[in-house]
């Protein structure tokens, strides 16, 4: 199997971190590339957005939710792993509902990003608004959920909720935007993992 990523991408890391919080990583083959230049990726993929994962049977699967629940799927028929989506029930529900508002957060920060580097004449005030309290929020929702953000006890909404985080600071090296230190502290934490330093956010690199 192929894995087409960017080291830019937020939904990349997030399946990227998967792949190895399930065991998975030497199974599939991942394969940097940029989805903006180049058009290897849209013979696949219509959208020629990543992640975009490859079987071995040629089918590609898109959108890095819909990956993320092949990949825990797969690891748990193979029995390598437990999972990281809980099979039914709260737990399930909770941990999907943080990767919903992660996957939120990472869209509006790359809409906010995209925006600020458009001329001020092309800029949407409202808009760069409304994407700014849609992350500020989201940071503030977390705070006040971090109970349910256990490290000891992460699922698919941990991860994604990290990689959101991570994601604004990567975007934001000025820290535009306020974490809070308790959210801080619990990042450190999680960040120790080896999911985490094997897919640091990096630029693409020049040719």
């Known amino acids: 199997m192929q894995l087409y990523y960017s080291p830019t991408s937020p939904f990349s890391r997030k399946v990227r971190v998967v792949l190895r ?3 998975l990583e030497k ?3 991942e394969i940097l590339i940029d989805p903006w230049t180049d058009d290897a990726l849209r013979a696949h993929n ?15 699967v898109f959108e890095s939710a819909v990956i993320c629940d092949y990949l825990d799927q ?3 028929s193979t029995g390598n792993a437990h999972g990281v989506i809980p099979q039914e029930g709260v ?9 919903g508002l992660a996957d939120g957060m990472m869209t509006a920060t790359g809409r906010l990003f995209a925006d600020s580097k458009r001329d001020e ?8 608004e409304r994407q700014t309290q849609a ?36 975007r934001w090296p000025d820290r535009r935007f306020d974490i809070p230190v ?18 640091v956010f990096h630029l693409m690199p020049t040719q």
């Open 135 to 170: 992350i500020q929020s989201g940071i503030d929702a977390i705070l006040d959920g971090l109970p349910q953000l256990r490290t000891e006890d992460p699922h698919l909404g941990t991860y994604s909720v990290l990689v959101g985080l991570y994601y604004i600071d990567f």
């Open 121 to 128: 004449s092309d800029r949407s005030q409202f808009v760069m």
């Open 27 to 29: 199974q599939i083959s």
């Open 46 to 60: 219509p959208l020629s957005k990543v992640p975009t994962l490859i079987l071995e049977d040629g089918m590609a």
């Open 182 to 199: 308790r959210v801080r502290d619990w990042m450190a934490i999680m960040s120790e993992r080896e999911s985490f330093a094997e897919t």
């Open 21 to 23: 919080e399930l065991g």
């Open 74 to 76: 797969l690891a748990r």
């Open 91 to 99: 737990p399930r529900l909770n941990a999907l509902k943080w990767q």
